[in-house]
C-alpha cells in the first residue's frame, strides 16, 4: 500500500534584505542631519560698577576732503602732523572718533586713522555720517 505523505510545507523564510535597506537609510538620514562641528566657549565678562565709567570720547569731524577736522569747534588739519600729535599727546587715554560729513572720500578717513595710530593713539574707531 502507498502512503501519500505531503510533501513537507517549506517555511518561509523573513528576507533581511529590507531590514538592511532601512538600517543604511536610517544611518544615512542620522549622518547627514548631525553636526560634527566643535563649538567653542568664549568667556565674557560683565561690566562691573567700577568699570561703568563712561568713555571719554574725542569726536573728531572730517569737514572737507582737503583733510579740514573740526572738535569741539577747534580747526585741525591732517597735513599739520605736530598739531595731531599734540591733540593726540593731550587726550592720550580718549577713544578718538571719526565722523566725517556727506561726499567725504574714504581715502581721507582712512589717512586720518593712519594718521591718529602714528601719533600714538591706541583706541581710535570710525563712525557713520555726522549730524
Keep these: 500500500m502507498l502512503l501519500e505523505i505531503a510533501p513537507r510545507k517549506r ?7 529590507p531590514l538592511i535597506d532601512v538600517v543604511f537609510i536610517l544611518l544615512l538620514f542620522f549622518m547627514l542631519s548631525s553636526s560634527f562641528i566643535r563649538w567653542h566657549q568664549i ?7 567700577s568699570q561703568s565709567q563712561t568713555p571719554d570720547l574725542r569726536i573728531l569731524k572730517i569737514e572737507s576732503n582737503e583733510g579740514q577736522l573740526s572738535f569741539n569747534g ?6 599739520d602732523d605736530a598739531g595731531i600729535q599734540k591733540f593726540v599727546a593731550e587726550n ?8 566725517v560729513i556727506e561726499g567725504i ?13 602714528q601719533a600714538g ?11
Design 43 to 49: 568667556n565674557l565678562q560683565s561690566a562691573s560698577e
Design 11 to 17: 517555511r518561509n523564510l523573513i528576507s533581511l534584505t
Design 74 to 79: 577747534t580747526r585741525l588739519f591732517m597735513n
Design 92 to 99: 592720550k587715554q580718549a577713544t578718538f572718533v571719526i565722523t
Design 105 to 117: 572720500k574714504i581715502q581721507v578717513m582712512v589717512d586720518l586713522l593712519d594718521q591718529l595710530k
Design 121 to 131: 593713539a591706541t583706541k581710535v574707531s570710525l563712525a557713520g555720517l555726522a549730524e
